[in-house]
């Protein structure tokens, strides 16, 4: 079992950035692919992207491509995604899961999920 705690989430204004961070605790983090998923009120949970378990390789949804960077430190079991030059329409409770492969991620297809942290980015 792996269990994921997220935090650095909060309110922002539109233009700024947030970094969050993904604490995991349990079996060997390196050893999974690492993915953010974010869920708007009123809407489906989705995929935000996405990084291998050796951190070489990234996924991003296209919503978010070129803002958003998401990395890993496996000597912290930490994982993290930087966001920039964010938008209201950012705004969601943010999610980081584990998979075994990167590939499953964009499908939803998770081993394990963290609570989540709020993000609201103001206009």
């Known amino acids: 079992q792996v269990q994921l705690v997220e935090s650095g989430g909060g309110l922002v204004q539109a233009g700024g950035s947030l970094r969050l961070s993904c604490a995991a605790s349990g079996r060997t983090f390196s050893g999974y692919a690492m993915g953010w998923f974010r869920q708007a009120p009123g809407k489906e949970r989705e995929f935000v992207g996405g990084i291998s378990s050796g951190g070489s390789i990234t996924d991003y949804a296209d919503s978010v491509k070129g803002r958003f960077t998401t990395s890993r430190d496996n000597a912290k079991n930490t994982g993290y995604l930087q966001m920039n030059s964010l938008k209201p329409e950012d705004t969601a409770v943010y999610y980081c899961?584990?998979?075994?492969?990167?590939?499953?991620?964009?499908?939803?297809?998770?081993?394990?999920w963290g609570q989540g942290t709020q993000v609201t980015v103001s206009s």
């Open positions: 899961a584990v998979t075994r492969l990167l590939a499953r991620l964009r499908g939803g297809s998770v081993d394990y």
